[in-house]
C-alpha cells in the first residue's frame, strides 16, 4: 500500500489534496488479504439469553452470595449427614438432653480415660461412683481370648469393654465380678451404631465428633436432625413449587390461548380461588385428608403409592394443597404472557403452517414466557418452605419418624425456656435458606427480566 | 359507582357461600361419622346421627348449615368442650375478643410503623439508614413467625425478664409487647418495603417535577404528592395483611400460649373437633373476604382511575 495512506487521517483530510495532489490510478490499489479483512471485521458473537441473565446475574454480587450460601446449605442438608457419624433416628441413650458441641457420656467417659487402657477402653454406666477398686492390671478370659485392661479410680461399678480392632465383643464387666477374680460378662448392651462405632474411634485414639448442635430429651444428635429436616423442607419446597409449575403454566397457557368464553370461565374459577383464604383452607384440608390417604396408602400397592405413603399422609396433602389452590398466581402471569405472544408474528406463521394448537403452546409460547416462569417458580420455593414449616409447627404436615426445620421448631417449643438452642437452629437454617431463596429471586428477576427491575 | 360496590358486595357474599360449602363437603368427605369412636354403639351412632340431622341428604344439611351459620347457631363442640354451643365457645369465653385485640393492634402496629419507614428509607435514598432499614427489612420477610417469637420469649421473658407473657395476666399490657411485635414485624418490614419502592416510583412521576419547579419545599412534595399516591399499593396489601395477622395468630398464640381464637382453633384441629374448625374457618375466612371487600372499595375512591370493568373483560 501506498505510503501517502499512512497521513490521511480522517480528520485531516482536505478532498483537494486527495484528488488532486495524490494522483492515485488503480494500479495503485491491491486487494487486500482475507487476513486483513478478517480484521476489519467487528461482529461480536451473538449473546444467547440464558448467557445475557448469566452475565447479569454474576454482576449482582448480593444474589451471588445468596446463591452461595444456598449451595451451602444444599451440602449441608445432603452431603452433611453422610459426612458425621450421627443419624437422625438413632437415639443414644447416653446422650439426653446435650447442649450444643457437647459429648455424649459414653465418649466422655471414654475421653477421660483414653490411653489408660491397652487396646482397649472402657465406660462407665453412670450408676454412681466407685472406690472402692484398686489401681491394678486385670486379666479377662473372653471367648477364649485374653484381655488385659487396668482400672482407675475414675473407673465406677461396672464398665464395658472392647477390644479395639474387634466388632463383636461389647460387654459389661461387673464390679462384684472384678473383685473376685471372675468375669461376669452382659452381652450385648444395645448401644447404637453410632456409639460403638464411636468408641472404636476413641479406642485407636481419633476424635469423636460432638453434638454440634447437642441432642434432643430421648438422645438424638440435632444437627443429623437438622440436616435431615432442612432436606425434607427444600426438597417439599422444590416439589410444591414444580407442581404449582406445572399445573399453573398448563392451565394459562390453555386459558390464554383459547380465549374466549373458555378464557373468560377458566379465570372466573381462578378468581375464585384466590378470594378464598387459603391458608384456612389448607389446614382443614390436613385435618381432612389425612384418613382417607391413609386408606388409600393401605388399600393400594402400587409403587407410586408406595413412595407417597413413605413421604406420609401430612406432605402429600400439602402437594395436594399446593395443587388445588397455589397455581393461580402461575396461571395468570403465563396467561399474561400468552395473550402478549399468540399476537406475535411468529405464531401466526405457525399456525399458518397448519401447526396444531400444542405444538404451538410448546415449541412458540413456553419457551418465550420461560423467564418469568423461572422467576416465579424460584419465589414460590421459599413460599412453600414457609407454608410447610408453618403447618409443622402447628402440628401438622410432616409426620413422627419424618422431621421438618417447622416440625423441629414444634418439637422444641416445650422446653423453649431450658433448652433454646434447639428450636434456635433449626430456626435460623430456616431462615437463611428463605433469604437466601428469596434473594437468589430477585437476582433471578432482575437478570431474566429486567424491564420489571425494581 | 353504585352498581360496582353492589357487584362487589354480592362477590363476596359468593366467596363467602363458597367457603362454606368448601368446608362442609370437606368435613363430609371424611369416611365414617364424626361421632364415631372406638365405644360407641350402633344405636348410640344413630341417635347422634339423628340429633345432629346427618341422616338428611347432603343438599338439605348445608342448606340447614348455612341458615344456621346465618342465624348465629354455629353448632355444638364435639370433643374439646362436648355439648357446648360453638357460638358461645368462641365468643362468650373472651377468645374472640383477644384475638381481635392481638390483630387489631398488630394491624395498626405494621402500617403505624411501616409506612413511616418506608417514606424515610424513600426520602434518604442511599444513606446508611436506607440501607440498614432495607437489610432489615429484608431479612425481616425471610424470618417465620415463629422463630421470631421464639427468640424474644427467649430473649425478653426468659433471659432478661423484662416482658411478662400474656398467658398468665392479660390486663397487664406490656404483655402485648411481644406477641403484637412478632405478629406485626412481617408486615411491618413487607410495608416499609412497598412503601419505599412506590414512593421511588411515585418520585420519578411528573407531577413531581412540577411541583419542584413550583419551588414546594421536599418535605411538603413527599408528604402532600408522593405519598397519596404511593398508599395505594399498600391499601392493596391490607386484605392479604388480615389474612397474615389471622394465621400468623395462629402460631403465636401458641408459642406464647394466650387463650385466644388462633390456639383454640389449632387445638381443634389437632382434636379434630369438627363443628368448631368449620365454623372458625367460614368465620376468619369471612373477615378476611369482608377486608378485600372493603379494600376494593376503599380503593375505588382514592384512585377515581382505576376501572374494573376494562380490568375484569
Avoid at chain 1, 447404637?192 to 476413641?202: C, H, W
Avoid at chain 1, 453434638?211 to 432436606?231: C, I, K
Avoid at chain 1, 410444591?240 to 409449575?245: C, E, G, K, Q
Avoid at chain 2, 371424611?30 to 343438599?59: D, R
Amino acid at each position: 500500500m501506498k505510503e501517502v495512506f499512512k497521513d490521511l487521517s480522517p480528520f485531516h483530510v482536505n478532498p483537494d489534496r486527495v484528488w488532486t495532489e495524490l494522483n492515485l490510478e488503480a494500479a495503485d490499489f491491491e486487494p487486500a488479504t482475507t487476513v486483513e479483512k478478517e480484521s476489519m471485521v467487528e461482529v461480536r458473537k451473538s449473546v444467547s439469553y440464558w448467557r445475557d441473565a448469566a452475565r447479569r446475574f454474576k454482576k449482582n454480587t448480593v444474589s451471588m452470595v445468596a446463591l452461595v450460601v444456598f449451595i451451602l446449605i444444599v451440602i449441608f442438608a445432603f452431603i452433611g449427614p453422610m459426612a458425621i457419624p450421627y443419624d437422625y433416628e438413632g437415639q443414644i441413650r447416653q446422650a439426653k438432653g446435650l447442649g450444643p458441641n457437647q459429648y455424649s457420656k459414653v465418649e466422655e467417659t471414654i475421653k477421660s480415660v483414653e490411653g489408660q487402657f491397652d487396646g482397649f477402653y472402657a465406660t462407665s454406666l453412670q450408676r454412681g461412683s466407685f472406690t472402692a477398686l484398686n489401681k491394678g492390671d486385670y486379666v479377662i478370659n473372653f471367648k477364649g481370648k485374653t484381655y488385659a485392661f487396668t482400672f482407675t479410680e475414675k473407673i465406677k461399678n461396672s464398665i464395658i469393654a472392647v477390644k479395639a480392632d474387634e466388632k463383636e465383643p461389647l460387654f459389661i464387666v461387673e464390679e462384684t465380678a472384678i473383685r473376685n477374680g471372675e468375669v461376669l460378662m452382659k452381652t450385648p448392651i444395645s448401644f447404637t451404631d453410632t456409639a460403638k462405632s464411636e468408641a472404636k474411634e476413641l479406642a485407636l485414639s481419633k476424635s469423636v465428633f460432638p453434638h454440634v448442635f447437642g441432642t434432643d430429651s430421648v438422645g438424638r444428635d440435632l444437627m443429623a436432625r437438622t440436616m435431615y429436616g432442612a432436606r425434607v423442607s427444600i426438597i417439599i419446597g422444590m416439589a410444591a413449587a414444580l407442581i404449582v409449575l406445572i399445573i399453573g403454566s398448563i392451565y394459562g397457557a390453555i386459558s390464554g390461548l383459547c380465549g374466549g368464553a373458555v378464557d373468560f370461565v377458566m379465570m372466573r374459577l381462578v378468581e375464585l380461588i384466590y378470594s378464598v383464604p387459603e391458608v384456612l383452607i389448607v389446614l382443614l384440608l390436613q385435618v381432612v385428608l389425612k384418613e382417607p390417604l391413609q386408606a388409600w396408602f393401605e388399600s393400594s400397592d402400587s409403587a407410586f403409592v408406595a413412595v407417597l405413603s413413605d413421604l406420609g399422609a401430612g406432605i402429600v396433602s400439602i402437594f395436594i394443597t399446593f395443587a388445588l389452590l397455589y397455581w393461580v398466581t402461575m396461571s395468570r402471569i403465563v396467561r399474561g404472557q400468552v395473550l402478549q405472544l399468540k399476537e406475535q408474528e411468529y405464531v401466526t406463521a405457525a399456525r399458518a403452517l397448519g401447526a396444531s394448537n400444542v405444538r404451538i403452546i410448546r415449541r412458540h409460547l413456553l419457551p418465550n414466557c420461560v423467564g418469568p416462569l423461572v422467576i416465579t417458580t424460584c419465589l414460590q420455593i421459599p413460599s412453600a418452605i414457609f407454608l410447610e414449616s408453618f403447618l409443622s409447627f402447628l402440628g401438622l404436615g410432616v409426620s413422627a419418624p419424618m422431621a421438618s426445620l417447622g416440625s423441629l421448631c414444634s418439637d422444641a417449643l416445650a422446653t423453649i425456656t431450658l433448652f433454646p438452642y434447639r428450636l434456635l437452629f433449626p430456626g435460623i437454617i430456616l431462615t437463611i435458606i428463605v433469604l437466601s431463596l428469596n434473594l437468589v429471586g430477585d437476582g433471578l428477576r432482575d437478570a431474566l427480566d429486567p424491564r420489571l427491575k425494581k | 359507582m353504585f352498581s360496582y360496590i353492589v357487584k362487589r358486595i354480592l362477590a363476596a357474599i359468593a366467596t363467602v357461600l363458597l367457603v362454606m360449602t368448601i368446608t362442609f363437603f370437606l368435613m363430609n368427605a371424611i369416611p365414617g361419622s364424626p361421632f364415631l369412636t372406638e365405644k360407641s354403639t350402633p344405636q348410640q351412632i344413630e341417635l347422634a346421627n339423628e340429633k345432629y340431622g346427618l341422616n338428611e341428604p347432603y343438599i338439605i344439611q348445608l342448606k340447614n348449615y348455612v341458615v344456621n351459620y346465618f342465624k348465629g347457631d354455629l353448632g355444638v363442640s364435639l370433643k374439646m368442650q362436648e355439648g357446648a354451643d360453638v357460638g358461645t365457645i368462641i365468643f362468650g369465653q373472651n377468645k374472640f375478643l383477644i384475638s381481635i385485640k392481638l390483630g387489631l393492634l398488630s394491624l395498626l402496629t405494621s402500617i403505624i410503623l411501616g409506612i413511616p419507614l418506608g417514606c424515610y428509607a424513600a426520602y434518604h435514598r442511599g444513606s446508611w439508614i436506607d440501607g440498614l432499614l432495607r437489610v432489615i427489612t429484608t431479612v425481616g420477610v425471610a424470618v417465620p413467625t415463629f422463630v421470631l417469637a421464639a427468640v424474644l420469649l427467649i430473649v425478653f421473658a426468659v433471659k432478661l425478664g423484662w416482658l411478662p407473657t400474656l398467658s398468665g395476666s392479660l390486663d397487664n399490657p406490656l404483655a402485648y409487647i411481644m406477641p403484637v411485635i412478632s405478629l406485626a414485624f412481617y408486615d411491618i418490614c413487607y410495608i416499609a418495603k412497598l412503601t419505599r419502592t412506590s414512593m421511588l416510583d411515585a418520585i420519578n412521576q411528573d407531577y413531581i417535577r412540577t411541583a419542584k419547579a413550583k419551588g414546594v419545599k421536599n418535605k411538603w412534595i413527599v408528604l402532600k404528592h408522593a405519598l397519596r399516591n404511593s398508599l395505594i399499593p399498600v391499601v392493596t396489601f391490607l386484605g392479604p395483611l388480615t389474612a397474615g395477622i389471622i394465621t400468623g395468630s395462629f402460631v403465636v398464640e401458641t408459642t406464647f400460649s394466650i387463650p385466644g381464637l388462633g390456639k383454640y382453633f389449632v387445638e381443634s384441629v389437632l382434636n379434630r373437633d369438627y363443628p368448631i374448625i368449620m365454623a372458625t374457618t367460614v368465620l376468619l375466612a369471612s373477615l378476611v373476604i369482608f377486608m378485600n371487600l372493603v379494600v376494593d372499595i376503599v380503593y375505588k375512591f382514592i384512585d377515581p382511575r382505576i376501572t374494573y370493568t376494562s380490568k375484569e373483560a
